[in-house]
């Protein structure tokens, strides 16, 4: 159980276009999300909390304008890079928190998806 | 503010051999302590966590952490090591942050193991 997806796992785009990215709690339901960002040999960098029906909450200095959070469903938040550049290239994980009574906080992590902007 | 450090970047120990890594934290109030592994191009998995309770928790794949309150510790463990330990591991706090909960997590420590 407790299993997180992420669509696409790998995506090569070219500079100035836009690209999505998908996760998905497979087998429960998750009212809070987080995206995260991850470069080389880094620690993973709290981009924003995805919570499902509102806004995002945005870390300090993760710009809201470039990096889009929708969170549709309790099943369901996709970011959105606009006007990629190369320097957002990166490796980009998200997590889900368990809807459930008494939970305790653990978050369960998608496999990552690897942006690669020309 | 939350943090957590962890001192080392890598650590090499032979297949095994016990393996610790360490972690400390900081928080204003009770911790909440989780252990995470990444294999290479790989998300993070769930080794175990520390909420309240008996000091020494166990977790997945023979690990084991040990929370040390006066030493603001939660170091993790396993007494013998695989080569399939190899991996990154990382340690992090759940703390109240702006009126929601956040995850802080640690730099990160390469284990790597030694057959």
């Known amino acids: 159980g407790a299993v997180v997806s992420q669509h696409p796992s790998r995506v090569i785009c070219k500079s100035g276009t836009s690209v999505k990215i998908e996760c998905r709690s497979l087998?429960?339901?998750?009212?809070?999300m987080f995206w995260y960002r991850q470069f080389p040999k880094k620690s993973l960098m709290l981009m924003a909390t995805?919570?499902?029906?509102?806004?995002?909450?945005?870390e300090q200095g993760v710009e809201k304008d470039k990096f889009l959070i929708n969170h549709a469903s309790l099943t369901l938040s996709t970011l959105t890079v606009t006007s990629a550049h190369p320097e957002d290239s990166s490796f980009y994980i998200c997590?889900?928190?368990?809807?459930?009574?008494?939970?305790?906080?653990?978050?369960?992590f998608g496999p990552g998806t690897r942006l690669t902007v020309l | 503010a939350q943090s957590v450090a962890q001192p080392e970047d890598q650590v090499n120990v032979a297949e095994g051999n016990p393996l610790t890594v360490k972690c400390t934290y900081s928080?204003?109030?009770?911790?909440?302590l989780f252990w995470y592994v990444q294999y290479p191009n790989r998300g993070l998995q769930f080794l175990l966590k520390?909420?309240?309770?008996?000091?020494l928790v166990k977790g997945s794949y023979g690990f084991e952490a040990e929370f040390n309150k006066s030493q603001t510790s939660f170091h993790l463990k396993k007494p013998s090591a695989l080569v399939s330990d190899s991996a990154l591991y990382f340690c992090?706090?759940?703390?109240?942050?702006?009126?929601?909960?956040?995850?802080?997590f640690g730099t990160g420590t390469k284990l790597q193991v030694i057959p």
């Open positions: 992090a706090v759940r703390d109240w942050s702006g009126g929601y909960q956040k995850v802080t």
């Open positions: 087998d429960f339901q998750a009212t809070t």
């Open positions: 928080v204003s109030g009770n911790p909440y």
């Open positions: 520390y909420i309240t309770g008996d000091n």
């Open positions: 997590s889900a928190r368990p809807t459930l009574r008494g939970s305790t906080d653990t978050q369960y």
């Open positions: 995805s919570n499902e029906g509102s806004k995002a909450t945005y």
